[in-house]
């Protein structure tokens, strides 16, 4: 391959931003519309023999100020902006107990998921703690994976698809502040979400009441529980009673959501296993 411009994953706009940024040069490329193959290699998992490693002093992922506490992971910096949710609004960890439940429900239907056997709000609550509030379950499960590339174009080329195109109407991404916690960060869902939804939603009237099947990310509980207050399915600081049983997000629910099993359970593919299940959905 000889790519004629590339976007590293370090450069863009979260999961989804491979197939955003592919749709933007394809949109603004001038001359005939060609097809555009975003793809992602994921591999998590250590071989058997290779053990723990060891974080490198100065790692990308976090500030300097936050190396000395130990916080060198997203399991950190996200525990902490969990904690805050829960001294603000009097979230409980049963409330991120009701995300991981209901991605396993979801995942037990499909073959390709990790995490297919039952689980029940004991065994969620009783997993071994990883940072103060997440235990293992509010974590994505690391797994290698692959995702064949998606083919891309504008539409007046879709009449070549193999498979049924599905169509976007709009796009929406916006950054303001740090979305990781920092010493100067207010933001009390820290999620980097709330600014997102707002640009798609008034090009296109998208948003919580178009919404049928909502693909959000959950490298953490905490991140799915943002995204829910962020795009406006329940306001600001709502998420516990919202959440509350797990049936507004359940698939026979309000908003089904992950209806693969998510990061959660279905496997840590970096946002591309919740892209496919969205192209699935929408193809009925």
Known sequence: ???????????????????????????????????????????????????????????????????????????HTLALNAQRHFQRYGTTRETL??????QRANAALNPTAIYRDPMTMDDYLNARMITTPFGLYDCDVPCDARHRGDRLGRRRRQGHAAAQPVLFEAVGTQIIERTRLGPDHDDPRASGARPVGAPAGRERHCGPRTSTSPSC???????????????GFCGIGEAKDFLDGGKAIARDGVIPVNTHGGQLSHGRTHGMGLIHEAVVQLRG
């Open 1 to 75: 391959m000889r790519p004629t411009w590339i976007n590293g994953g370090m450069d863009t706009f979260g999961p989804g931003g491979s197939v955003i940024a592919a749709m933007m040069a394809d949109r603004h490329r001038h001359g005939p519309p060609r097809a555009v193959l975003p793809h992602a290699v994921g591999g998590d998992v250590p071989a058997a023999d290779e053990g723990r490693q060891d974080v490198p002093a100065g790692g990308a992922r976090t500030s300097s100020w936050q190396m000395p506490f130990g916080a060198t992971s997203a399991a």
């Open 97 to 102: 107990g009701w995300i991981a439940l209901n």
């Open 217 to 231: 990310t959950d490298g953490f509980t905490f991140n799915c529980l943002s995204w829910f207050e962020a795009l």
